[in-house]
């Protein structure tokens, strides 16, 4: 069974871009979360999506945004980046229904660096 | 507010050593507690989970974990380390409502021969 796939793993904008992340969720399972890892900072929830909904949010700026397609699939998307978005992007997928969902899987992260 | 406090940044230890990495979360309700592990860029792998019913739970790679509820803690034990071990260690506490998941900091744990 497949994990989680994210692309790009790595990739390098300047000030001011925008960038678009992608996360392929485990077969099956329904949730995708995104979260923001930093040093010191450790992962901070940004959102989840569930049907293509999205039910919880984190204290990020509206810069942040996702969406989820009916396949499950997931994109997040960051606009006008500036320095402190450089930092490893984890999707994590989970079988999650009307709850808890119990685990979640992550995949290997997206890279991003802002110069 | 729920949070997790993972009091070690870093802890270094011997091969063959024991480990404990510990974890103290404050959480309203019956929290589900996790541990995950990531090696240098990687995502993270889940370790153990507890979400009720004895309050000692066995993970992979011969980890285990202790509930505490009276000391709001999540320690996580290992009787003999070994170098492939080193890795960064998070603690976490998902929500009972919703699928959102709060993590500790980490603590990054170095092996020496």
């Known amino acids: 069974k497949a994990g989680v796939t994210q692309t790009p793993r790595y990739l390098i904008k300047t000030r001011g871009q925008q960038v678009t992340l992608s996360c392929s969720p485990i077969?099956?399972?329904?949730?995708v979360s995104w979260y923001q890892q930093t040093p010191g900072q450790g992962l901070q929830f940004l959102f989840e999506?569930?049907?293509?909904?999205?039910?919880n949010k984190g204290n990020f700026p509206g810069r942040f945004s996702g969406r989820q397609f009916s396949n499950s699939r997931s994109e997040m998307n960051v606009s006008t980046l500036e320095l402190g978005d450089s930092a490893l992007y984890l999707c994590?997928?989970?079988?999650?229904?009307?709850?808890?969902?119990?685990?979640?899987?992550f995949g290997e992260g997206s890279r991003l660096t802002v110069l | 507010a729920q949070s997790v406090t993972q009091p070690d940044i870093h802890i270094t230890v011997s091969e063959g050593a024991s480990l404990e990495l510990r974890c103290n979360y404050s959480?309203?309700?019956?929290?589900?507690l996790f541990w995950y592990v990531q090696s240098p860029g990687q995502g993270l792998q889940l370790l153990l989970k507890?979400?009720?019913?004895?309050?000692l739970v066995q993970g992979i790679k011969g980890f285990e974990a202790e509930f505490k509820r009276s000391q709001s803690s999540f320690n996580l034990r290992k009787p003999s380390v070994h170098w492939g071990d080193a890795a960064e260690y998070f603690c976490a506490v998902g929500a009972s409502t919703g699928n959102q998941f709060y993590f500790g900091t980490g603590t990054s744990l170095t092996v020496i021969p």
């Open positions: 077969s099956g399972h329904r949730s």
């Open positions: 999506y569930f049907s293509e909904t999205q039910r």
């Open positions: 994590a997928s989970s079988l999650a229904r009307g709850g808890f969902a119990g685990e979640l899987f």
């Open positions: 507890y979400f009720s019913g004895d309050t």
């Open positions: 959480y309203g309700a019956t929290p589900y």
